[in-house]
């Protein structure tokens, strides 16, 4: 058979406040997505929700929060994708709610590593190409500030997953 592959991708209205016609349009995010699958594999229902920002949420966290730093999915976080309960999103009270990151703001953080990775191994690069021992010193420890801030990242993304 087949394959299929969940991919999402995060739509917000347009934010420039100088104009009411960008007001209308929407921006694209980042695309976020599953492995590869089975087409033979089971489809899980859509997520209740009290309104379409829930069902929002519910859809695009499992996909944001699954990417591993090769960009895919881990094959445990795949069948996860609804499994979360109805109660964890209607139940929640008022104080944990404002503790918790926005999806924009997840989104953020998610992007926001990607474009940090993208920068250790452009320095990376660098680094193999440069043969002056007096530059490569300056790039390694740019290249270390990069990787610390990375990790920075990921614990912080990761921490965001347990709320």
Do not use: C
């Not at 445990?76 to 309960?85: A, E, F, G, L, R």
Request: proline letters at 4%; a positive charge.
């Amino acid at each position: 058979g087949g394959r299929i592959k969940l991919v999402a991708a995060y739509k917000r209205p347009a934010q420039n406040p100088k104009s009411a016609a960008d007001s209308s349009r929407w921006v694209m995010g980042s695309y976020f997505e599953t492995d590869w699958q089975p087409e033979t594999s089971p489809r899980q229902q859509l997520p209740v929700a009290l309104d379409m920002a829930g069902l929002y949420e519910q859809l695009l966290s499992p996909l944001i929060f699954g990417k591993d730093e090769g960009g895919g999915l881990s094959d445990d976080k795949t069948s996860h994708i609804s499994d979360v309960p109805a109660a964890v999103y209607t139940a929640r009270a008022q104080a944990e709610q404002s503790g918790r990151l926005t999806l924009a703001r997840r989104i953020e953080l998610a992007e926001t590593v990607v474009t940090q990775q993208k920068e250790v191994e452009r320095i990376k690069t660098r680094l193999g190409r440069e043969k002056q021992f007096n530059k490569r010193v300056a790039i390694n420890a740019e290249l270390r500030d990069a990787k610390q801030e990375l990790q920075r990242l990921i614990q912080q993304q990761a921490a965001t997953q347990s709320h």
